[in-house]
Structures are given as C-alpha cells and as structure tokens.
C-alpha cells in the first residue's frame, strides 16, 4: 500500500473499489489516513483527485480525534452503488452527535474543516451508526 506512517489498526476490507481502514485515536492517525489515501487512488488512477480527497480526510480525522475517543474508520468506495464518475469517501467515529458547520473568524485557528468538505465536495452529509456516526462526502471523479 505504498509508504505507512504510523499504526493502523488493519485494513478490514478491500474489495476492488472498495477498501477500509481502522486507525487508534492517536495524533499520527491524520497523517497516515492522508498517505493511505493518496496510496490508493493512486493504484485506482485517480491522482488527479488525490489532494483534495487527502486534505478533507485530513479534516474530518481531526475532527473525529478532537471529539471523540476510540477508533476512526476511513472507508473509500469508487463507484459506490455502480454510480460512474463519484468517488465516496466516509470517515465514522463514536461521538453520535452530528458535525455543524460553523463561521469561522479570520482569527480562528480551527472551525474551517467542514466549510472545506461542504464547498470542495459535490455532496457531503452524516448519518448514525451502531456506534457513533459517519461523516461522508463525495467527489466527482474521471472515467
């Protein structure tokens, strides 16, 4: 899977263009999920979106380890349901409550993450989990 920084839990499912990563709720987890990431869009030949895809991983990793305590999942689907051209990208943690986007002043030094995903992305939203919540967005990709 190319260069790993850090420890992940294991990768629980690959399945062609599927795959899914759990990571410990520690500080290299962002990093590693942003190289993980780029990894595998780079093995499906979707490096043109390799950045933007990595940055708002980036985000939602730290908002998950900032709120909440335990696991983060990062899940990558290309082509969810057979739909061509969208890349799914899904980040779960244990905190139920759903994330809010928030105004951030120019002076802030955080609260810009979910503004990041909802105007880069072409659609984003959350919903519960057994345990917690998932954070999606989707990405218009090449075919």
Known sequence: MGSQVGEVSGVIRTEGDCVEWVFPGEPDTVRTA????????????????????????????????????????????????????VLLVEVSDALPDPPRERAARPEDESGRGLYLVASSARRWGSRPAEAGKTVWFELAVPE
């Open 34 to 85: 942003r190289s993980l990431v780029r990894d595998r869009l780079r093995g499906w030949g979707l490096d043109g979106v390799g950045d933007i895809a990595a940055l708002l991983v980036s985000e939602l990793v730290t908002n998950a380890l900032r709120h909440a305590t335990g696991p983060v999942g990062v899940r990558l689907v290309h082509r969810p349901g057979g739909l061509p051209g």
